[in-house]
């Protein structure tokens, strides 16, 4: 089971994790938190139906990695459909950032609790709900899409690049952690199916 998920019984999905591996998932789910923004929570006495009319930005982030997060719904070809981006990103793009977000956080707090059982054992089995499964699965591919980006990735062959780059090479660290968070995904994805 060693990196890779596999099913458990009733739906969900384990994977094994030594303690580098909880130590790097942790810091990169709290990096991507950190890169989507606090958000706006609408205070505790606000109106629950103005809250769902809440209007978010309209212009795509200057960000690359946080565009590649949010990108706009229909491109850019003419004036109407910017237009209609816009709207569309006014209208979706909080609720996304808050999803985003709630995944990122599922992921910090099962490896929190995982640390807290694996203290001194070297790593330990994670088990998810099928529900925590597909906060994963979300923010294993918001990773692997703000890592590829930053990596300047945008096809099959820039990831073939990457398999050659010498290990001085300084984005080398962030290379292994685009493929490993790859491998991850893959096995999530292939348990997920597998067992619906």
């Known amino acids: 089971m060693a990196g890779r998920f596999e099913a458990l019984a009733g739906g969900g999905a384990a994977v094994a994790l030594d303690d580098v591996e909880i130590s790097i998932l942790r810091s990169l789910a709290v990096q991507l938190m950190e890169l989507i923004g606090p958000g706006d929570e ?56 808050a999803r985003k977000r709630e995944d990122a956080l599922v992921v910090v707090r099962a490896l929190d609790s995982l640390s ?8 330990a089995v994670l088990k998810l709900s099928p529900d925590e499964s597909r906060a994963w699965l979300g923010t294993l591919n918001d990773l692997r899409l703000t890592i590829g980006t930053r990596l300047e990735v945008s096809d099959d062959e820039e990831s ?32 997920l199916l597998s067992s619906s």
Do not use: I
């Open 42 to 97: 609408p205070a505790a006495d606000a109106d629950p139906l103005a809250a769902l009319f809440a209007e978010g930005p309209s212009e795509p982030p200057s960000d690359p990695a946080l565009r590649r997060l949010f990108p706009d719904a229909y491109g850019d070809d003419t004036e109407e459909l910017r237009a209609a981006a816009s709207d569309f990103r006014r209208y979706t793009e909080n609720d996304l950032r």
């Open 116 to 123: 807290a059982e694996a203290a001194g054992e070297g790593g």
């Open 160 to 191: 073939e690049r990457l398999y050659r780059l010498p290990d001085s090479d300084p984005r080398k660290p962030m290379v292994m952690a685009y493929l490993w968070l790859g491998a991850l995904q893959e096995s999530l994805v292939e348990t």
